[in-house]
Structures are given as structure tokens and as C-alpha cells.
């Protein structure tokens, strides 16, 4: 019986900064069944590429030269519908993260990810996943639980996370303590957590306070 030969991942690896992109390329030849057939440097080599090389994922920055990551990735797909391509950048920032969905992205990942997640995504990516669109899916999901807290309920939680104690709160908005313990029991409801600062926590990542 013929033994089974299975074809390696191509990738197209785009980034602006030789040191990253040589970098990244190292990591990729390094894992098994992964290989880096071209690498880019701008948005136009990177669509040039893609043309004459048809990688399987291209993974790809977001600041580059000229074109920039998203343009490019709007070019790529509207010559190559089911191109697969993954942004790779510094910028955690969830508009950029909602623009490289519309832009038909299949992942989103910040530079500072660790090799395996990276990895872990080009195969994810290549099987056909979507884990942008999960994600998306996810902050909606948490606008959602956002959108449930009152606008007096936001203003407790704010002055929470200033280490306020009940009595402080209600000083500051002119309100009995009991309203104040009755809004706090109806923010860890809402938030599906036990404490204050889980309460805190989470109100953190959703955006209602501010990290500053």
C-alpha cells in the first residue's frame, strides 16, 4: 500500500518590519506541516503574491506601507473569495476588530499571542474555522450584558471601582444605602457575578470604566 502523502500548509507571510517577518517565518518552518512560500512586505506585494502563489492562509498585518492591512485583505478576497487570512497586529482595538470581519478575515490575533496560538489558528483557519467571527460573536454577546445595566446602576458601579463603600455612594448620588445595596444586588445579578470586584472586573472589560 502507498503510503499517504499529506501537502504542507502554505502560507503567505505579510509585515512591514524585516525582523518580524523573518521571525515569524521562522516559527512557521519550524512546525510540522507548515510552510512559508512567500513572504510580503506591503499590501500590493501581498495581493501580487497571492495571486501567483494561491497560499492556503495568508496571515497578515494591519499597518503597513501605503496600502494598509485591511485593503489589502478586501483586495485579496474579491479576487479569491475563499481566501483564508489571518491579521496579525498590535492593535487590540475591537473597531479594527469589527473592520477585519466585514472585510471577510477568518481570525484576529495581537502580536504579543504566543507561537502556539498562532499555530493553533493557521490550522484552525485552514479546517475552515472562522475564530473571528466567534469572537465578534462574543462582544456582542457582552454589549448585550452591557446594555442591561440602568444608567443609575453604571454610576454605582463607577464609584465602586473608586473603593467607595455603600454609604460613600449613597452620598454621592443622594440616595439611601438601602437603594445603593439594593442597586449593587441588581448589578451582580445582571453581571452573573458574586462580589464587588468581580462586579469591577468585568465591568473593565466590558468598557464601562475606564482603565486610566
Known amino acids: 500500500m502507498t503510503a499517504v502523502t499529506h501537502m504542507p500548509i502554505r502560507l503567505l507571510c505579510v509585515d512591514d518590519h524585516h525582523v518580524v517577518r523573518n521571525g515569524l517565518v521562522l516559527i512557521m518552518n519550524r512546525q510540522p506541516g507548515l510552510k512559508v512560500v512567500a513572504t510580503a512586505s506591503t499590501g500590493e506585494q501581498a495581493i501580487a503574491l497571492h495571486r501567483d502563489f494561491l497560499p492556503d492562509v495568508t496571515v497578515m498585518d494591519l499597518q503597513l506601507p501605503k496600502m494598509a492591512g485591511l485593503a489589502a485583505v478586501r483586495a485579496i478576497r474579491s479576487e479569491t473569495p475563499d481566501a483564508r487570512i489571518i491579521i496579525l497586529t498590535v492593535c487590540n482595538d ?108 468585568l465591568a473593565r472589560r466590558y468598557g464601562l470604566i475606564s482603565t486610566h
Do not use: W
Not at 484576529?108 to 472562522?130: N, S, W
Open 94 to 201: 475591537e473597531n479594527d476588530m469589527y473592520q477585519a470581519n466585514e472585510a471577510g478575515a477568518a481570525a484576529y490575533l495581537v502580536k504579543d499571542a504566543l507561537p502556539d496560538d498562532l499555530i493553533r489558528t493557521i490550522r484552525q483557519v485552514h479546517d475552515g474555522e472562522r475564530p473571528l467571527s466567534a469572537a465578534m460573536r462574543l462582544r456582542r454577546s457582552e454589549r448585550t450584558e452591557r446594555s442591561k445595566l440602568t444608567p443609575r446602576e453604571l454610576e454605582v458601579i463607577r464609584l465602586m471601582a473608586q473603593a467607595m463603600r455603600n454609604k460613600e455612594i449613597a452620598t454621592v448620588l443622594g440616595l439611601s444605602e438601602q437603594t445603593v445595596h439594593a442597586h449593587i444586588k441588581n448589578i451582580f445579578l445582571k453581571l452573573q457575578v458574586a462580589d464587588r470586584i468581580a462586579a469591577i472586573n
